[in-house]
């Protein structure tokens, strides 16, 4: 499933993802599509929590065309059903050129595509609800984003740059560091990613930190909190737990307890269910 999808190992059961590399000078503006699938016809609803990324994304689903800006929190998705959507992922900063204005102006927020796509993005979504399959799907959307191309802007690809150090460079824990690998100041890439990006760089580096810390507990070995801490650069396991706990709301530990619970019912086709609340 990739990072961000939390308890990727439930999720897998519940719905399908996939991932496409956009063609041409969109690879510029977009790091790839995707698209999601899921049959719960039948079935109880299913809530899916994402950690987010520093990416805005633009979505086609039945209910309509949306840009969700950058969520410093946790966002929920419920589904039920027969369903299917598509998105278009931005690379960090490279949706700064399509929106023309500070990018933070998106944050936590989700607005209608058609503010910046115009009565275009509603076809589009109607075309692509209708499309049977995948290439279909991204077809429709690349035609929307042909349209409108802007001119390719080398700060975004800088940024773009830059977030994709942070995210890959562990050793990377501070803005100052930053700023020296960078060769800006650290006001100057304060202002920056909040232009482009639409969250601190900060912000980012705290992110990737959280991503890693929640892969390693989805993962099926045991963890070492405290030398996870130390790998992460946190000052100590109890600096980890503060953070993790404060955005995905649960202490690391227990985030893995539960995990292992549920995929513990999954197995037994919740015949638990009711036993003290198990499942």
């Known amino acids: 499933?990739?990072?961000?999808?939390?308890?990727?190992?439930?999720?897998?059961?519940?719905?399908?993802?996939?991932?496409?590399?956009?063609?041409?000078?969109?690879?510029?503006?977009?790091?790839?599509?995707?698209?999601?699938?899921?049959?719960?016809?039948?079935?109880?609803?299913?809530?899916?929590?994402?950690?987010?990324?520093?990416?805005?994304?633009?979505?086609?689903?039945?209910?309509?065309?949306?840009?969700?800006?950058?969520?410093?929190?946790?966002?929920?998705r419920r589904l039920s059903g027969l369903g299917k959507a598509l998105g278009v992922r931005f690379l960090a900063g490279g949706f700064r050129p399509f929106w023309g204005a500070p990018v933070s102006q998106l944050s936590d927020r989700v607005v209608p595509a058609t503010r910046v796509f115009g009565p275009l993005a509603e076809k589009t979504r109607v075309a692509i609800m209708a499309a049977s399959t995948d290439a279909e799907m991204v077809g429709g959307a690349e035609s929307l984003l042909f349209s409108c191309l802007p001119e390719p802007d080398p700060v975004a690809a800088q940024v773009a740059s830059l977030v994709a150090l942070i995210t890959s460079d562990s050793s990377l824990r501070r803005v100052d560091q930053l700023a020296v690998v960078s060769g800006m100041s650290v006001r100057r890439l304060q202002r920056l990613f909040g232009d482009y990006v639409g969250v601190s760089p900060k912000w980012v580096m705290r992110r990737a930190r959280l991503h890693e810390a929640a892969l390693r507990a989805d993962g099926g070995e045991p963890v070492d909190w405290a030398a996870l801490a130390v790998d992460l650069g946190y000052a100590d396991q109890a600096h980890l737990t503060r953070e993790f706990t404060a955005t995905i709301g649960v202490p690391p530990s227990r985030y893995r307890s539960l995990l292992l619970l549920r995929s513990l019912c999954a197995v037994a086709g919740g015949r638990f269910r009711g036993r003290a609340g198990l499942c």
């Not at 699938?37 to 994304?57: C, F, K, M, S």
């Not at 633009?58 to 800006?69: H, I, K, N, P, T």
């Open 1 to 76: 499933m990739g990072r961000g999808v939390l308890r990727p190992g439930l999720a897998a059961d519940r719905f399908s993802l996939a991932r496409i590399e956009p063609s041409g000078p969109l690879a510029l503006f977009a790091e790839y599509y995707w698209i999601v699938r899921w049959d719960l016809r039948g079935q109880a609803p299913y809530e899916q929590t994402i950690l987010p990324h520093p990416n805005v994304n633009l979505v086609f689903e039945a209910s309509g065309a949306g840009l969700y800006g950058v969520d410093t929190s946790l966002f929920v």
